[in-house]
Each structure stands twice: as C-alpha cells, then as structure tokens.
C-alpha cells in the first residue's frame, strides 16, 4: 500500500500487531498449556480472542476503504 497518509499507516500498523499479538494468543490457545489454566482464566482468553479476531476485521474494513476499488 503506497501512498498511505500518516493516519491510515498507524491502522495499518496497529492491525499487523494486533494479528501478531493474536496468532501468539491462538498458539497457546491451542497448546495443552492452556489445560494448567484456571477454567475462569481460560474462558476469558477465548472471549478475548473472539474480540481480538473481531477487531482484526473492523481495522481490514478500514484498510479496505483506503483505497478505492
């Protein structure tokens, strides 16, 4: 994406670390660590998943519109 105001490359950024960020949180998600996790524990880090992947889409709808089609 060339030609990105100054604005538009921070939400770029902001969803690349988010990705980041919820790959890592998938990953241990997924793993048998989460299993040593208090059971409340492991239900809040699906939800926050759940937000997380949520949010990912609402800033690709962003990113989307920066450009025309």
Do not use: W
């Not at 988010?18 to 996790?37: I, Q, R």
């Amino acid at each position: 994406m060339a030609d990105l105001q100054p604005h538009q490359a921070r939400v770029v950024a902001e969803k690349s670390d988010l990705d980041e960020k919820l790959a890592k949180l998938s990953g241990f998600l997924d793993s048998e660590a989460v299993k040593a996790l208090d059971p409340e524990d492991q239900s809040l880090l699906h939800k926050q998943r759940v937000l997380m992947f949520n949010y990912s889409g609402i800033l690709s709808a962003r990113i989307a519109r920066f450009t025309p089609a």
